[in-house]
């Protein structure tokens, strides 16, 4: 319990650092904004709004995310993340049209920019300061299973993308004086950034929507494949949830009928204690224990079964296809 707890505190403080850093960024900006003039740095400094919004909205969402399970809240308050991380996708998809937005605007009424050596040193800075944090924010985020922390690493090196894409454009219009330049990099930047907003959105729907995660249930059906015992006839009717972080999986589980129940009991406490070894997530699983049928004679290996009915015929592999096949309960 107290090691969850301190990954819960480690990912809000670290939230924290990207709030604040957030902060000093979106002022750089702002300060090179006013030196240059440059309509494509208003509009990266405007991005940056939405970064500081999206850092505190993921701070929210993690400390809503680490409230334990309570009578409304069965399953806990895990699904916030990908509420979140929705609307922070849906921000970073309008900062794109902002982009687009100041990129036209520019293209159509010309400005002439100031003091572009000072604004490119500024605003190079922050896009290397940006992408080392979104870089350190990803890989935190795939250690901890946290969707807030990958989609706020995302966000920051979308936001490089762009800043480097204005001081590209600024350097060319230094050296060219062709003022249009860097309007029209913003505008392809802009595009870029609606593209990873509507995935980071469409992630944070298929959470929602409890999509399967295809590779998620690799993983866990090959684990139970590569482990899988004699006495585990057959799993099937396998679901996969998330909440945040966690996790939680349904399962059916076929089992010699004349096992004992503490047997059968113990057979699938292995089941169990395997996933949540081989997972480095947080899991709750509901499995149900089904008795074998003599049609499950012909894929059961168990050698001497004392009350076999059919001779066996093949083993299956444990495949996500199979695994999730929905079994009725029939009687022969």
Not at 92 to 104: C, T, V, W
Not at 175 to 203: C, E, M, N, P, Q
Not at 217 to 237: A, F, G, P, S, Y
Not at 289 to 294: A, H, R, S, V
Request: proline share 2%; hydrophobic share 45%.
């Amino acid at each position: 319990m107290n090691h969850q707890k301190n990954k819960i505190k480690d990912k809000v403080g670290f939230q924290k650092l990207i709030a604040v850093f957030g902060i000093i960024l979106f002022i750089g900006k702002i300060v090179a904004w006013k030196l240059t003039s440059s309509d494509a740095v208003f509009s990266d400094a405007m991005e940056s709004i939405v970064n500081v919004i999206s850092a505190f909205m993921g701070l929210y969402s993690l400390h809503l995310a680490s409230k334990p399970k309570d009578e409304d809240h069965p399953y806990g308050h895990g699904k916030v993340e990908f509420v979140t991380s929705g609307i922070e996708g849906a921000l970073i998809a309008i900062a794109g049209l902002m982009i687009i937005y100041e990129g036209i605007n520019s293209l159509i009424t010309g400005k002439v920019l100031n003091k572009l050596d000072i604004g490119i040193w500024i605003i190079a800075a922050t896009a290397v300061i940006n992408y080392l944090l979104g870089y350190i924010s990803i890989k935190k985020g795939e250690h901890e299973n946290s969707l807030v922390l990958i989609s706020s690493g995302k966000h920051l090196q979308s936001d490089t993308i762009t800043t480097l894409g204005v001081v590209i454009s600024l350097v060319i219009v230094y050296f060219t004086k062709i003022y249009w330049l860097d309007s029209a990099v913003a505008l392809l930047f802009g595009f870029y950034i609606i593209f990873i907003g509507y995935k980071i959105v469409r992630k944070s729907l298929s959470g929602i929507m409890d999509e399967q995660d295809p590779e998620l249930l690799n993983q866990i059906i090959k684990v139970l494949e590569e482990n899988r015992r004699t006495e585990w006839i057959d799993v099937h009717n396998m679901k996969i949830q998330q909440f945040g972080a966690s996790l939680h999986i349904d399962a059916h589980i076929t089992l010699p009928w004349y096992y004992s129940l503490r047997d059968a009991h113990n057979e699938m406490e292995k089941m169990i204690i395997l996933l949540a070894k081989n997972t480095r997530r947080s899991v709750e699983f509901n499995f149900h224990m089904d008795d074998c049928k003599p049609i499950s004679c012909t894929v059961c290996q168990i050698k001497d079964c004392p009350v076999r009915e059919r001779d066996f015929v093949k083993r299956i592999k444990w495949t996500p296809e199979n695994a999730t096949r929905v079994q009725k309960h029939t009687v022969e």
